[in-house]
């Protein structure tokens, strides 16, 4: 038997990840410790393209007006997308990846901000925090579990000193080559796609000048027939100075064995000049674990799933995990989780990443390679320029990325499966996030939702009941007034919501309260006290 655990939560790896893990879980009370080997962020641009949902989790962690203030942009410098044929400079050019467009579905904004910038944010927030405990210069380097904790071996290299800390649970948030993912003994899939990925990080005002063309874009996707459907990409760093470019490259390719000067300005399509910050190398592949479980021990972020950086996924699925699994780690301490609610973390969230992979990355890939294939501006001009205007929208992405959890163990009376896949609607709807009341609706209600669950209801008899239910369950509950504004945007006037803004149940399946509360949480008990708050 283990000596009793230091913390509630032990968090291998303090990436962004794992410090909104520590600000979700600090901020209910939990008692955390993180281990992370850098005592600063790593000044790699990745993890920029920040998304609505993203937005709301900072605002949710109370820290939105400082990731706004991390990175600030001119007015006009736009964070829109473009796709190009051949060249960055070429004259076939369309509008793409305007996440903008599907902005009045969310409580928050769009944004693009370097992952060292948000990452610096999340640890200056997780420091604030009393429940936090924040251990720079060690990483995880074996662990144990038993049925009542886990054992985290960690090891500083510097001060060549190794220790334990003991965890209730302990989560890896260490990246694809996940320590704790492999100690805890989960396996993983891997598609590969044998490729050989460069990322060149450089500096060039010239570059800047020459994409004026482009106004308000900070990505730009380069299709070249030659690569058979994957990009060379190119992104805005610090707006107007600095990039990062990454693209396919000969396998066996180094820094002293291949041209990179030549190799870029073939991909602008013209010679400029630039000077070089980074190289670094990777291998294209998507990477899904087999379960995100097991006993005590949970993988998140690049731990759980790994994909090439096509339409900015990973940052944005990564804190979407870590939202799901603090709600349902900090109800299971405290009492009030039911014996199925961790597992529903893998039941919802897994199936979410792989549907991310194939409906939107590896669909990336596919469309692509079968236009490349079929269309040849320099065979007919006329077909290659209807086919181009056709095939590259600039809102289906957006429009169709909509992940939801319908069919989930935990959302009573949905059906199907928790997908990437889905369509924005402001009603509210049982596994989908709930958005704002209608087109222009009062965000007000964002201030109104409480931490835990929360119950919207025009009837007070529905919400004495629910309030009374959840007492007795010991489940805490915020019940709030529905407005008949609200109740005509929504499509119903009973809504419980999760403590991650997902709708749980929207009174369809009329049950009795304390068994619509259960289902929510795979069973529930212990003593916390009820409240109300107003309507608008």
Not at 15 to 36: D, N, T, W
Not at 47 to 53: A, V
Not at 319 to 326: C, H, I, P, S, W
Request: aromatic share 10%.
């Amino acid at each position: 038997m283990h000596p009793a655990p230091e913390f509630d939560v032990v968090i291998n790896g303090g990436g962004p990840v794992g410090m909104g893990l520590a600000i979700e879980l600090g901020q209910r009370g939990v008692r955390v410790c993180v281990i992370e080997l850098y005592p600063e962020p790593q000044p790699v641009p990745k993890g920029q393209n920040l998304t609505q949902r993203t937005a709301e989790h900072f605002r949710a962690w109370g820290c939105e007006a400082e990731l706004r203030a991390a990175h600030p942009l001119p007015k006009d410098a736009g964070i829109g997308g473009m796709t190009l044929y051949r060249t960055l400079l070429s004259e076939h050019a369309l509008d793409w990846f305007n996440r903008a467009a599907v902005g009045e579905y969310y409580f928050g904004k769009n944004a693009r901000v370097p992952q060292y910038k948000s990452e610096a944010v999340l640890r200056a927030r997780a420091a604030a925090l009393d429940t936090v405990i924040l251990r720079y210069g060690w990483q995880g380097t074996r662990l144990s579990q038993a049925e009542d904790g886990v054992r985290l071996t960690i090891t500083n290299t510097k001060m060549a000193q190794t220790e334990e800390v003991r965890g209730a649970y302990l989560v890896g948030t260490d990246g694809s080559r996940s320590m704790v993912r492999e100690g805890a003994g989960i396996s993983e899939t891997r598609a590969e796609h044998d490729r050989l990925m460069a990322l060149l990080v450089f500096n060039s005002t010239e570059l800047h000048t020459l994409l004026n063309r482009h106004p308000g874009k900070a990505i730009y996707k380069v299709l070249h027939p030659d690569l058979q459907g994957y990009w060379t990409f190119f992104g805005r760093v610090d707006h107007g100075k600095s990039w990062f470019f990454h693209a396919p490259v000969p396998m066996g390719t180094t820094a002293d064995n291949f041209d990179f000067r030549a190799f870029l300005h073939r991909a602008v399509g013209q010679e400029f000049e630039f000077e070089q910050t980074y190289l670094g190398f990777w291998n294209l592949r998507i990477a899904l674990a087999d379960r995100y479980r097991k006993g005590r021990v949970f993988i998140a972020g690049d731990a759980a799933h790994s994909h090439p950086p096509y339409g900015g996924y990973g940052i944005n699925t990564g804190l979407e995990d870590a939202r799901n699994l603090g709600w349902k780690l900090s109800a299971t301490l405290q009492g009030w989780g039911g014996a199925g609610l961790l597992d529903s973390y893998t039941a919802e969230r897994r199936p979410v990443f792989a549907s991310t992979a194939r409906d939107f990355i590896e669909r990336y890939i596919e469309k692509d390679r079968k236009f490349l294939k079929e269309f040849n501006p320099d065979k007919d001009a006329a077909v290659f320029d209807r086919a181009w205007a056709e095939s590259q929208s600039d809102t289906w992405d957006v429009d169709q990325f909509e992940p939801n959890y319908e069919g989930s163990p935990i959302v009573p009376g949905s059906s199907g499966t928790p997908s990437a896949l889905g369509h924005h609607s402001f009603l509210a709807r049982p596994g989908h996030l709930l958005p704002p009341p209608g087109p222009g609706g009062d965000h007000s209600i964002g201030d109104l939702l409480g931490p835990d669950l929360t119950l919207l209801a025009a009837d007070t008899a529905c919400l004495a009941a629910f309030s009374d239910a959840a007492g007795s369950l010991g489940v805490p509950l915020t019940t709030v007034v529905l407005p008949a504004d609200w109740k005509t945007a929504y499509g119903t006037d009973r809504i419980l919501l999760r403590p991650d803004r997902f709708v749980a149940w929207d009174g369809a399946e009329d049950l009795p309260p304390a068994d619509i509360i259960a289902a929510s949480l795979g069973g529930a008990n212990a003593p916390v006290t009820a409240h109300t708050r107003g309507g608008k």
